[in-house]
């Protein structure tokens, strides 16, 4: 089936840096992906629909340029927190479309400490 | 029993009897939903779909009804067994929106012995 692999699982970074969580499709193209940010004890919010080739399409409410989003290649899409700060410790999540459905990476944990 | 507010709803059931997971979508023109399961630090896990042109569909142990006079979608799980427990939430996709899914508030579900 088609599995998506997301990177790191778990990641701790200091205030004022940057982090890039990777989410690569390992036997499938994904022309798009999608990420999401969960807070605990919520649900997902999506954040950013990644277009291979393209800009990525950000949701209302959400600042490009603090997640910054490339998804240069067919199968890898990438999301970079900016300047993170204590509020952006969140789950975030990876997702893209196979067959019509939905495979989802195992998220990464984010700590800004 | 259940509690709403800051935490997710939670649904309290005995190992072997059955469970009911109730959805509120928000979409009329929604075409397709799905229902996942989440354990704690891991991505959602994909357990039935079903399509706006169906009302019913059954899978292993699960089955998925639709009513789209009332918007609503409910997750039967039967002889409910301790590793079912999750949280679990239904998302809706519509065609206008570039195959975003939508995800519902979520439902936690206990398995007591």
């Known amino acids: 089936g088609a599995v998506v692999s997301q990177h790191p699982s778990r990641v701790i970074c200091k205030s004022g840096t940057s982090v890039k969580i990777e989410c690569r499709s390992l036997?499938?193209?994904?022309?798009?992906m999608f990420w999401y940010r969960q807070f605990p004890k919520q649900s997902l919010m999506l954040m950013a629909t990644s277009n291979e080739g393209s800009k990525a399409t950000y949701e209302q409410g959400v600042e490009k340029d603090k997640f910054l989003i490339n998804h240069a290649s067919l199968t890898l899409s990438t999301l970079t927190v900016t300047s993170a700060h204590p509020e952006d410790s969140s789950f975030y999540i990876c997702s893209a479309n196979f067959g019509g459905g939905y495979t989802f990476g195992s998220g990464t944990r984010l700590t800004v400490v | 029993g259940e509690s709403v507010g800051l935490h997710l709803p939670t649904l309290s059931v005995q190992e072997g009897d059955n469970s009911i997971i109730n959805c509120a979508y928000s979409?009329?023109?929604?075409?397709?939903f799905i229902w996942y399961k989440q354990e704690s630090g891991k991505g959602p896990q994909f357990i039935i779909d079903i399509r706006s042109n169906m009302d019913k569909r059954q899978g292993q142990r699960v089955t998925v009804l639709l009513n789209k006079t009332v918007k609503h979608l409910s997750l039967q799980i039967a002889a409910t067994q301790p590793g079912d427990s999750a949280v679990y939430f239904c998302?809706?996709?519509?065609?206008?929106?570039?195959?975003?899914?939508?995800f519902g508030t979520g439902t936690r579900l206990q398995v007591t012995l």
């Open positions: 998302a809706e996709k519509w065609d206008g929106t570039a195959s975003k899914l939508t």
């Open positions: 979409n009329s023109a929604s075409d397709y």
């Open positions: 036997d499938f193209q994904a022309t798009t």
